[in-house]
């Protein structure tokens, strides 16, 4: 391991870390307003609705996520929709960890002691309020720790999109390989650089978990 | 103010309310008593509508209470609430909940809700406390916090639900304090309650419910002390004995 071959293999695995951060931002990102957005559709009154949300998470749970990538990737374009790799990663890894956000948002949400509504409906409060001022507040909180580790999972799962050719960091580390054979060299700089991604991602949601709990003083019962 | 017209109402095949009927005039205290599951907390959930009733009518001033109806969120503005279980926000500070109606739901400015919250929390006693958060309080100062949240929307009445009956026994007499002095104030009062000497003193007329029927009402001092029906006399004697 020749510290001539970090120094010139580093930034080329930097610039793929760089990929894989936007990749899991935008993942993140998506899969936390779908996950919103199904979790919400799921508690509808409207029966079609919670079983078309329903549907749609058991489904996506049930399927790959590699192949649901392959999906978006291969077969989507054949439809006149026009995507890019980096384009099609974001939105089939976005997608696949909504199923997982919603249950994430599923739980807090049923966390929320039924006292706490009928109190805030007692004010006069409606229902789109009542989740604004009091159910998401605290099912945010307590959606965290489950949220981070989705984060995390999201992160490493990133690595699936160098399968559709994104040069993201296993990407560019298996390019580095191929054509130099320094296997040991780039797979443990690479395994290193992941760790440097998730485990401040990791400490940090244990932080505002800590954070949370103490100016959340628990539930009153 | 409130009317209630025999009204009927069944959880699947049990019917809890069985015609109950019931007018509460401006100031008046009106307390609910009777065994558990003769309806008395069913009826004061169904006055501002957190439960719906099947038939009969209840109005507020005229204004029919119907949880289908779009205008029940303005009609609980009018008729506060307080819970067995307190049921503050967890997540905001005791100021903050007395708050969050006058400000979210009324849309005052925050300088004024926040002025009348305080005179409310002085006026429940906890002024001090209003940076604390729910859980660092007392149940019986949980209560009046509550209290203070429900006074928040200056209701023109308001209905208690077993106030005292999560509450340690040396913590009840505070929030029956609080209550009494709203009474005196001439606050429109409904009070599921199992405190029959609170009843006796603060009451102009105690309703006791058995089986979703009111079978005896009058004025407190002759339900309480001379009832005429067997089910009044049989509850007294249990409840006064223990």
């Known amino acids: 391991m020749a510290y001539a071959d970090i120094a010139a293999f580093f930034p080329i695995l930097l610039k793929g870390a760089v990929v894989t951060v936007q990749i899991t931002l935008g993942a993140l990102l998506l899969s936390t307003f779908l996950g919103l957005l199904l979790a919400l559709m799921k508690r509808s009154p409207f029966a079609p609705i919670s079983a078309l949300a329903s549907t749609f998470i058991n489904v996506i749970r049930g399927l790959p996520i590699i192949v649901q990538l392959f999906y978006i990737y291969f077969v989507i374009p054949e439809l006149g929709i026009d995507l890019s790799a980096f384009q099609a990663s974001i939105i089939g890894l976005g997608i696949a960890y909504s199923a997982y956000q919603a249950e994430n948002f599923r739980a807090g949400i049923e966390a929320i002691d039924s006292g706490q509504i009928e109190a805030a409906k007692s004010i006069g409060m409606k229902s789109a309020l009542i989740m604004r001022r009091v159910v998401l507040p605290q099912a945010v909180r307590i959606a965290l720790p489950p949220y981070g580790n989705t984060a995390v999972m999201i992160l490493k799962d990133s690595s699936l999109a160098s399968t559709i050719t994104v040069a993201e960091m296993t990407r560019a580390g298996q390019l580095i390989a191929a054509s130099t054979f320094q296997n040991t060299t780039v797979y443990t700089m690479v395994a290193l650089m992941y760790l440097a991604l998730s485990l401040p991602l990791i400490f940090g949601v244990n932080r505002l978990e800590r954070f949370f709990s103490k100016s959340r003083q628990g539930a009153n019962q | ?242």
């Open chain 2, 1 to 242: 103010m409130i009317a209630i017209d025999h009204i009927h109402k069944a959880f699947g095949a049990t019917q809890v309310l069985k015609g109950v009927s019931l007018e509460v005039a401006a100031g008046e205290v009106v307390c609910l008593i009777g065994p558990s599951g003769s309806g008395k907390s069913t009826v004061l959930r169904c006055i501002n509508g957190l439960e719906s009733y099947d038939s009969g009518a209840i109005t507020i001033h005229g204004q029919t209470v119907d949880v289908r109806r779009s205008d029940i969120h303005a009609l609980r503005t009018r008729v506060g609430m307080v819970f067995q279980r307190f049921n503050l926000f967890p997540h905001r500070t005791v100021l903050e909940n007395v708050m969050e109606g006058p400000i979210f739901v009324k849309g005052e400015p925050r300088a004024e809700a926040r002025q009348h919250a305080q005179s409310l929390l002085e006026k429940v006693g906890l002024a001090e406390k209003q940076a604390a958060y729910p859980t660092q309080l007392s149940g019986g100062q949980q209560q009046r916090v509550a209290i203070a949240r429900a006074l928040a929307m200056r209701p023109e009445a308001i209905l208690f639900d077993e106030p005292t009956s999560a509450l340690d026994p040396e913590l009840v007499g505070d929030v029956l304090t609080v209550m009494r002095g709203l009474a005196a104030e001439g606050m429109t009062m409904v009070v599921v309650t199992h405190e029959m000497s609170f009843a006796k003193e603060v009451a102009d007329r105690v309703c006791f419910l058995y089986g979703g029927q009111i079978v005896e009402e009058g004025p407190a001092s002759r339900v309480l002390s001379e009832p005429q029906n067997a089910r009044t006399q049989d509850f007294l004697r249990r409840v006064l004995d223990h």
